[in-house]
């Protein structure tokens, strides 16, 4: 069944932010900018949000991950950053780790946007809401985080029913093609009976005591 306690990756979003050149403004005598991409990472719900340099902070979090470091996130999360960065640079929508809040026919748009404005863009970061995150929502919160766990639980156990509909559906096939083989056989045995045996036919003077 569904863990409900899972923890969820942090909500980070990719922005290109002016940034200060110190170095080509002493040079130059003005105040000179160059273009920076900067990760805001925040947690699901949490009000605290943290900027780094995109490349840096990516930097960082594979090689915690690689060196097994205590607070390192896990690989999938760190591949699904580098994703969505990359996707992010052309210009692409990321995949959602989950399934999103605007496809969830309990949600109306407002609520559905309030999620996402909070850093919980899909249905798996609202069933994980914490204390602090259901207040910041607002009313409804609770029951709409265990309505979720619900929609999860359900969606989970479809797939279930689904993955075994078609195991039993080739287990079926399988059992067909044997039986198939089996009815087979004595056709194929009875034509083998009716060839001509090679060899030499016997001798016609040859008498048999």
Known sequence: MLSLAAARPPFVEFKTVAKDDRKASEERGI??????DFAFIMQPGGKDCVEKEAADWLASIKNKCL????????????????????AWKEGQDAPLNGTSVR?????????AQNFIALGMPTIEDVSAMTEEAMQRFGMGARILRDKSREWLQGKEIAATVMQENN???MQLAEMAERLAKLEAAPAVLAA???KPRRGRPPRADVVTQ
Do not use: I
Not at 31 to 36: C, G, I, L, Q, S
Not at 103 to 111: C, D, K
């Open 167 to 169: 195991q039993l559906k």
């Open 31 to 36: 105040r000179v900018t160059r273009d920076v």
């Open 103 to 111: 496809e969830w026919p309990l949600l109306s748009p407002a609520q």
């Open 67 to 86: 060196s097994g470091s205590p607070d390192a996130y896990p690989q999938e999360w760190v591949d699904a950053f580098h994703k969505k960065y990359a």
């Open 192 to 194: 083998d009976e009716d």
